[in-house]
């Protein structure tokens, strides 16, 4: 028997941002969701209904008296996995949030008991009003998943913080609610997170360097859904593949592990949580050159290392020594593969030892695992022996078994 496929109402806003639906519902129906696009009146000003039913290949309408003998307005809501409303404009927020159920959309929206996802897009002075506040804080507090929106350039020549999140990003936070719609509770409200994402990169001359493969994939995953769930998020990247800035996240770009080394230590001085999901080099060349490094006729000369600092030791070891951090949570990552003495994890629970952080997650690394997929898998090994697996899941999962952990253990005190 074929399985069902996930059923997606997809609604549509009346704002400029509603082209970028389009982008969403192509990612969710290629990748093998059953989506009914829901717009507005207005939206339809801004993208023909012929676009919308092409892509999904379902019939488009507004109002509730469209197929009334198919009872459209309860049905919709009543069958669907879940709605992700794109843009969720300043007006779509304020008639969810007190009710109103005069479309097709927000009857849907009153009659939906799946999650219900909407990606805001509206001006920065829209965004900010008391009235617009109070419409999020509300829905939030009723289980609806509103995050914030990017911030950048908006119509016309203005920017700001309004901007509608990356599709990328929107699709990535749909898969995971329809994989497990708990996955976004907001219990990290008011903690302050650091999460260190992507690779370091350690200058040979000025043409080549020393780096590793990592993609940033899974420290993004981190903070997107971190800053999902509530947090303040800061996000030091270093070298990754090109991936959507996470929406209401602060990014501060590096390159180097002395850069990404000073970056993060200034930003976990008043953190609550620290996650070391960059792969940071372990070495770097002792000297760089000034100029290109030329071939000749004879062998290169042996390139001399030193060993770069410990980052994660040393936030371990900047918390013992401040009471005021002492609350802190400290994650690392560990890449392992395993080698004739021990396996993968044998080496993580040296690691760990080590390390002195209160998490380690572990991703056995290779040829297709982790670095660079769109999937991954692991351990979560904790300081106090607790041990257990991470199935095979998006980044995005293993992001929300991280955030889980991390949650049950905040506010223990160290003595």
Same mark, same amino acid.
């Given at each position: 028997?074929?399985?069902?496929?996930?059923?997606?109402?997809?609604?549509?806003?009346?704002?400029? &941002?509603?082209?970028?639906?389009?982008?969403?519902?192509?990612?969710?129906?290629?990748?093998?969701?059953?989506?009914?696009?829901?717009?507005?009146?207005?939206?339809?000003?801004?993208?023909?209904?012929?676009?919308?039913?092409?892509?999904?290949?379902?019939?488009?309408?507004?109002?509730?008296?469209?197929?009334?003998?198919? @009872?459209?307005?309860?049905?919709?809501?009543?069958? &669907?996995?879940?709605?992700? @409303? @794109?843009?969720?404009?300043?007006?779509?927020?304020?008639?969810?949030?007190?009710?109103?159920?005069?479309? *097709?959309?927000?009857?849907?929206?009153?009659?939906?008991?799946?999650?219900?996802?909407?990606?805001?897009?509206?001006?920065?002075?829209?965004?900010?009003?008391?009235?617009?506040?109070?419409?999020?804080?509300?829905?939030?507090?009723?289980?609806?998943?509103?995050?914030?929106?990017?911030?950048?350039? *908006?119509?016309?020549?203005?920017?700001?913080?309004?901007?509608?999140?990356?599709?990328?990003?929107?699709?990535?936070?749909?898969?995971?609610?329809?994989?497990?719609?708990?996955?976004?509770?907001?219990?990290?409200?008011?903690?302050?997170?650091?999460?260190?994402?992507?690779?370091?990169?350690?200058?040979?001359?000025?043409?080549?360097?020393?780096?590793?493969?990592?993609?940033?994939?899974?420290?993004?995953?981190?903070?997107?859904?971190?800053?999902?769930?509530?947090?303040?998020?800061?996000?030091?990247?270093?070298?990754?593949?090109?991936?959507?800035?996470?929406?209401?996240?602060?990014?501060?770009?590096?390159?180097?592990?002395?850069?990404?080394?000073?970056?993060?230590?200034?930003?976990?001085?008043?953190?609550?949580?620290?996650?070391? &999901?960059?792969?940071?080099?372990?070495?770097?060349?002792?000297?760089?050159?000034?100029?290109?490094?030329?071939?000749?006729?004879?062998?290169?000369?042996?390139?001399?290392?030193?060993?770069?600092?410990?980052? *994660?030791?040393?936030?371990?070891?900047?918390?013992?020594?401040?009471?005021?951090?002492?609350?802190?949570?400290?994650?690392?990552?560990?890449?392992?593969?395993?080698?004739?003495?021990?396996?993968?994890?044998?080496?993580?629970?040296?690691?760990?030892?080590?390390?002195?952080?209160?998490?380690?997650?572990?991703?056995?690394?290779?040829?297709?695992?982790?670095?660079?997929?769109?999937?991954?898998?692991?351990? *979560?090994?904790?300081?106090?022996?607790?041990?257990?697996?991470?199935?095979?899941?998006?980044?995005?999962?293993?992001?929300?078994?991280?955030?889980?952990?991390?949650?049950?253990?905040?506010?223990?005190?160290?003595?």
């Amino acid at each position: 028997m074929t399985a069902r496929r996930p059923r997606v109402v997809l609604g549509v806003g009346g704002g400029i &941002a509603a082209y970028k639906a389009c982008e969403v519902l192509r990612g969710l129906t290629e990748t093998g969701h059953d989506v009914r696009v829901v717009p507005t009146e207005a939206a339809l000003r801004f993208v023909g209904a012929a676009t919308f039913e092409a892509l999904s290949g379902q019939k488009v309408a507004t109002g509730v008296f469209a197929d009334v003998p198919e @009872v459209p307005h309860v049905r919709l809501g009543q069958e &669907a996995d879940l709605v992700v @409303v @794109v843009p969720a404009t300043a007006d779509l927020l304020a008639k969810a949030a007190t009710g109103l159920a005069d479309d *097709l959309l927000t009857s849907t929206l009153l009659t939906a008991r799946c999650p219900v996802l909407m990606a805001p897009a509206m001006h920065t002075e829209m965004w900010e009003h008391p009235a617009t506040r109070a419409n999020v804080t509300t829905l939030r507090e009723r289980g609806v998943i509103v995050p914030d929106p990017a911030a950048g350039r *908006l119509t016309g020549a203005d920017t700001g913080k309004g901007r509608l999140a990356d599709p990328a990003e929107i699709i990535d936070l749909a898969r995971l609610l329809l994989s497990r719609p708990d996955a976004l509770p907001r219990d990290l409200v008011g903690r302050r997170v650091v999460v260190s994402a992507g690779g370091t990169r350690e200058p040979l001359d000025p043409v080549r360097f020393l780096g590793n493969r990592s993609s940033g994939k899974q420290g993004y995953a981190l903070a997107r859904t971190a800053a999902a769930r509530g947090a303040d998020v800061t996000l030091v990247s270093a070298h990754t593949l090109p991936l959507p800035e996470p929406a209401g996240v602060d990014l501060v770009r590096v390159g180097t592990a002395e850069e990404l080394r000073a970056a993060v230590h200034a930003a976990a001085a008043d953190a609550d949580i620290v996650v070391m &999901a960059a792969a940071v080099a372990d070495f770097r060349p002792a000297e760089r050159a000034e100029y290109k490094i030329k071939k000749t006729g004879r062998d290169p000369d042996p390139v001399a290392l030193v060993r770069n600092p410990d980052v *994660l030791a040393e936030l371990v070891e900047a918390r013992s020594g401040d009471p005021e951090r002492k609350a802190q949570v400290i994650v690392g990552f560990a890449a392992e593969t395993g080698d004739s003495g021990a396996d993968v994890l044998d080496h993580a629970r040296d690691k760990l030892a080590r390390k002195g952080c209160d998490l380690l997650v572990v991703n056995a690394v290779g040829e297709g695992k982790a670095f660079g997929t769109e999937d991954n898998s692991g351990w *979560l090994l904790a300081a106090d022996g607790a041990e257990r697996p991470i199935a095979l899941g998006s980044k995005a999962q293993m992001a929300t078994e991280v955030w889980d952990a991390v949650a049950n253990m905040l506010g223990s005190v160290r003595e």
